[in-house]
């Protein structure tokens, strides 16, 4: 037979308004919180370690076994992605993988291929977008450039 609580509804709202005032109050109230982290994370395969960034499958090997490890957030760009306006580079990161990523911080004109960038925030605030990265070296002053 099937079992029900006999508590009555008010118990119930009692129990649902004390759980929403503690979420309220603690720092982590939200899943959709804008967060900010410079902590890059990626995939290493177990089978043949081969670095991957947000992949289901391991191109060297075909596993589906990986393991996540934190980047130094550290790479070098590779090249241009689309037109300028969006500014989007793909980036070979020192650990081995590449990812697309999103320039931050300076002209589109002013990155160039082979700069060192370093990472500003991982994740969009809501799980999608690209990485942001910016320059590790100040980009030369556009005023003279021939």
């Known amino acids: ?23 309220a109050t603690s720092p982590f109230a939200t899943p959709n919180a804008p967060t900010v982290s410079r902590e890059l994370h990626f ?3 177990l089978w ?20 996540r490890q934190r980047s130094e957030g550290a790479g070098v760009v590779v090249r241009r992605n689309g037109h300028a306006p969006h500014n989007t580079w793909f980036v070979a990161m020192d650990e081995g993988f590449n990812l697309l990523c999103e320039v931050t911080g300076t002209a589109p004109v002013a990155v160039a291929v082979g700069a060192r960038v370093s990472v500003v925030r991982s994740v969009a605030p809501l799980g999608q977008g690209l990485p942001l990265v910016e320059l590790a070296y100040p980009a030369r002053s556009l005023g003279r450039w021939w």
């Open 1 to 23: 037979m099937l079992q029900t609580d006999t508590r009555e509804h008010t118990a119930f709202r009692e129990d649902h308004e004390t759980a929403a005032a503690v979420a």
């Open 43 to 45: 995939q290493r395969c």
């Open 48 to 67: 043949c370690a081969t670095p991957a960034y947000r992949r289901s499958y391991c191109r060297a090997c075909g596993s589906t076994a990986f393991t």
